[in-house]
């Protein structure tokens, strides 16, 4: 496979790094978004230039390659994004962890059971895990848009819509990555893994960068209305 996708990758992560921490808020109340939001596709440029050099690269029996390195930036890299998101969701107040742990162990459990469909051989074992992966899925999605988006929408104003804009962005984002999965040399084999690589590199651009510019500018909004209002009660 041509590894030029690789690269590409690599350099789009790593100016979009650069960019995202540039322009991101400096209000103190908001600043840790700016900082979610840039180091994520930092960590996706690290796993690219891994997988420019091949390292990671695991061939099974099969003849099928896994880019291992791809799965240790999504177990780290999403878990980032949902902890931002549920802070979000919470209205930045101290009652977030359960909500970031359980989502983020269900997270960390798709990706797991998602490398191990990959890895697996036998059609039956590729398929169980795969929906195994789903069932993780499913629980991030539920705890995202039932208990969080609960609170979140009590709570009510600017927070909340701009909670539900980057929720929704990101849930239709991410549905999409286990269908490329599916349809690609670890799954059905229905795509060719360049096709694949390259599906992939632009969802990765959509989920990490491009969402990370509308999250960052919802925010912003809606921190400002947060403080406008606060000044007009006083």
Same mark, same amino acid.
């Given at each position: 496979?041509?590894?030029?996708? +690789?690269?590409?990758? +690599?350099?789009?992560?790593?100016?979009?790094?650069?960019?995202? *921490?540039?322009?991101?808020?400096?209000?103190?109340?908001?600043?840790?978004?700016?900082?979610?939001?840039?180091?994520?596709?930092?960590?996706?440029?690290?796993? *690219?230039?891994?997988?420019?050099?091949?390292?990671?690269?695991?061939?099974? /029996?099969?003849?099928?390659?896994?880019?291992?390195?791809?799965?240790?930036?999504?177990?780290?890299?999403?878990?980032?994004?949902?902890?931002?998101?549920?802070?979000?969701? %919470?209205?930045?107040?101290?009652?977030?962890?359960? +909500?970031?742990?359980?989502?983020?162990?269900?997270?960390?459990?798709?990706?797991?059971?998602?490398?191990?469909? $990959?890895?697996?051989?036998?059609?039956?074992?590729?398929?169980?895990? +795969?929906?195994?992966?789903?069932? $993780?899925?499913?629980?991030?999605? *539920?705890?995202?848009?039932? /208990?969080?988006?609960?609170?979140?929408?009590?709570?009510?104003?600017?927070?909340?819509?701009?909670?539900?804009?980057? %929720?929704?962005?990101?849930?239709?984002?991410? =549905?999409? *990555?286990?269908?490329?999965?599916?349809?690609?040399?670890?799954?059905?084999?229905?795509?060719?893994? %360049?096709?694949? $690589?390259?599906?992939?590199?632009?969802?990765?651009?959509?989920?990490?960068?491009?969402?990370? =510019?509308?999250? $960052?500018?919802?925010?912003?909004?809606?921190?400002?209305?947060?403080?406008?209002?606060?000044?007009?009660?006083?």
């Amino acid at each position: 496979m041509d590894p030029t996708v +690789f690269l590409v990758g +690599f350099a789009i992560m790593s100016v979009s790094s650069l960019a995202l *921490y540039a322009k991101g808020s400096k209000q103190p109340e908001i600043r840790h978004h700016t900082y979610f939001h840039a180091v994520v596709p930092f960590i996706a440029a690290t796993a *690219y230039l891994a997988m420019w050099f091949g390292v990671g690269d695991i061939t099974t /029996p099969d003849g099928v390659t896994t880019l291992s390195a791809r799965y240790v930036d999504w177990s780290i890299t999403t878990p980032i994004l949902l902890t931002g998101l549920v802070m979000l969701g %919470l209205h930045e107040r101290g009652r977030s962890a359960g +909500f970031i742990v359980s989502t983020i162990v269900l997270d960390v459990m798709m990706i797991v059971t998602g490398l191990i469909s $990959a890895l697996s051989t036998t059609p039956d074992a590729k398929l169980a895990w +795969f929906l195994w992966s789903c069932v $993780a899925f499913a629980g991030v999605l *539920y705890n995202l848009w039932v /208990p969080v988006r609960s609170i979140s929408a009590a709570e009510g104003g600017q927070m909340a819509s701009a909670y539900t804009k980057n %929720l929704t962005f990101l849930s239709v984002i991410w =549905f999409l *990555y286990p269908i490329v999965f599916a349809i690609g040399p670890e799954g059905f084999k229905s795509i060719t893994a %360049l096709a694949s $690589a390259w599906a992939i590199l632009a969802l990765d651009v959509i989920a990490k960068v491009i969402y990370a =510019f509308s999250s $960052a500018s919802n925010i912003e909004k809606a921190e400002q209305d947060r403080v406008g209002t606060v000044r007009s009660v006083q």
